[in-house]
T-cell receptor, first 113, second 113 residues
Framework: NAGVTQTPKFQVLKTGQSMTLQCAQD?????MSWYRQDPGMGLRLIHY???????DQGEVPNGYNVSRSTTEDFPLRLLSAAPSQTSVYFC????????????FGPGTRLTVL | GENVEQHPSTLSVQEGDSAVIKCTYS??????FPWYKQELGKGPQLIID?????GEKKDQRIAVTLNKTAKHFSLHITETQPEDSAVYFC????????????FGTGTSLTVIP
């Protein structure tokens, strides 16, 4: 098992550009989430999904879109990048059926100029 | 929504001493409390968790205690080693309530050899 994978590892964007952060898991987990991590603020939930075709907003959803067409993939789209979106982004997946262990990917470090 | 507070933000201990990190939560419906360790450049990794029907859980040098009445939980690391140096995050969630984890702001632990 590769676990949770994220691409790219690093990305630099200019203000107004769009891009998609990729996330995939091979553990057949139903639950997947996107977090952003900023200094002194811990991890904040952007969007999450409880299964294919179902997504919902977290604490800080503005400026981001998600979709979940398959169980394995959960991409995060930045529609028009802003400097305030400079952050480290983590994707996570959680198993169901008796366990709540959340597995995180290695992260994407995004800089918006 | 849930609010998780974590203290201290930084902690330095001598090798072999104990380290304690404390968290409080606000939502009495939260019933699952994981702790994560994050090493530089990596995603958070679960190290121990506790559910609300248990007051204490131990795994070798790591223990977690939970006081539901006071809504606080703590991580205890005994006989600290240099490899324990990392950032530690607490979180709160409602088990079976979807996929919303609320994180503390993190504690940077340094173990001095």
């Amino acid at each position: 098992n590769a676990g949770v994978t994220q691409t790219p590892k690093f990305q630099v964007l200019k203000t107004g550009q769009s891009m998609t952060l990729q996330c995939a898991q091979d553990m057949n987990h139903e639950y997947m989430s996107w977090y952003r991590q900023d200094p002194g603020m811990g991890l904040r939930l952007i969007h999450y999904s409880v299964g294919a075709g179902i997504t919902d907003q977290g604490e800080v959803p503005n400026g981001y879109n998600v979709s979940r067409s398959t169980t394995e993939d959960f991409p995060l789209r930045l529609l028009s990048a802003a400097p305030s979106q400079t952050s480290v982004y983590f994707c996570a997946s959680t198993g169901t059926g008796g366990t709540d262990t959340q597995y995180f990917g290695p992260g994407t470090r995004l800089t918006v100029l | 929504g849930e609010n998780v507070e974590q203290h201290p933000s930084t902690l330095s201990v001598q090798e072999g001493d104990s380290a304690v990190i404390k968290c409080t939560y606000s939502d009495s419906a939260s019933n699952y409390f994981p702790w994560y360790k994050q090493e530089l450049g990596k995603g958070p990794q679960l190290i121990i968790d506790i559910r609300s029907n248990v007051g204490e859980k131990k795994d070798q040098r790591i223990a977690v205690t939970l006081n539901k009445t006071a809504k606080h939980f703590s991580l205890h690391i005994t006989e600290t080693q240099p490899e324990d140096s990392a950032v530690y995050f607490c979180a709160a969630s409602i088990r079976g309530g979807g996929n919303q984890f609320y994180f503390g702001t993190g504690t940077s632990l340094t173990v001095i050899p």
